[in-house]
């Protein structure tokens, strides 16, 4: 199977615009969450979504907002940029049936805002 | 909800030295603990995991043993190598088919010099 795909890997953007990050969970996989990590805030819970529906939500502000497709795939967007919003995002996915809840990262995109 | 504590980082180990990374948790239940490992440029991966009380997780060399007593999950391991370089975040997971947010511990990260 492959594993979870996050593009683009890397992106530079501009304080003030808006900025959307795609995930592409493994095969079967019905759960993909958001994570952002930062080197002084660690690997902060962004949120997940299952079935098209937010199930969770970390405490990020309203600039922060995703989507889930219907063949599970999802999006994450931030708008009005900020220097602070310069992160690693990783997208990890997991099954919600079955044996276990391990979760599979992707690799990230990092974002760096200037 | 579920959470950990992981001691601070960095550690810095020779070559062949003893690995120890200290966790525990906080549950209302019994869940699965699982450490993952992140290396440089890369997202996380599972590196073990155990799902009930004295299980044994291993993996690469390393082992954790998941101990209701002390509610820890430490990460061990006999002889470090170079390419053990990185940094480990241990968590709880949430009950299968639960929604909880799966909080990560704040990772420590290890350097392993020659």
């Known amino acids: 199977k492959a594993g979870v795909t996050q593009t683009p890997r890397y992106l530079i953007k501009t304080r003030g615009q808006q900025v959307t990050l795609s995930c592409s969970p493994i095969?079967?996989?019905?759960?993909v969450s958001w994570y952002q990590q930062t080197p002084g805030q660690g690997l902060q819970f962004l949120f997940e979504?299952?079935?098209?529906?937010?199930?969770n939500k970390g405490n990020f502000p309203g600039r922060f907002s995703g989507r889930q497709f219907s063949n599970s795939r999802s999006e994450m967007n931030v708008s009005t940029l900020e220097l602070g919003d310069s992160a690693l995002y990783l997208c990890?996915?997991?099954?919600?049936?079955?044996?276990?809840?391990?979760?599979?990262f992707g690799e990230g995109s990092w974002l760096t805002v200037v | 909800g579920d959470s950990v504590t992981q001691m601070e980082g960095p550690v810095t180990l020779s070559e062949e030295a003893f690995l120890t990374i200290n966790c525990t948790y906080t549950?209302?239940?019994?869940?699965?603990l699982f450490w993952y490992v992140q290396y440089p440029g890369e997202g996380l991966q599972l590196l073990l995991k155990?799902?009930?009380?004295?299980d044994k997780g291993s993996n690469k060399g390393f082992e954790a043993t998941y101990r209701k007593e002390t509610t820890s999950f430490h990460l061990e391991k006999g002889s470090v190598q170079v390419s053990d370089s990185a940094v480990y975040f241990c968590?709880?997971?949430?009950?299968?088919?639960?929604?909880?947010?799966?909080?990560f511990g704040t990772g420590t990260k290890l350097q392993v010099i020659p």
């Open positions: 990890a996915s997991r099954e919600m049936e079955g044996s276990g809840n391990t979760i599979y």
């Open positions: 095969s079967g996989h019905r759960s």
């Open positions: 979504y299952f079935s098209e529906t937010q199930r």
């Open positions: 549950a209302t239940g019994y869940p699965s």
């Open positions: 155990a799902t009930k009380a004295d």
């Open positions: 968590a709880p997971d949430p009950p299968l088919g639960g929604y909880q947010k799966v909080t």
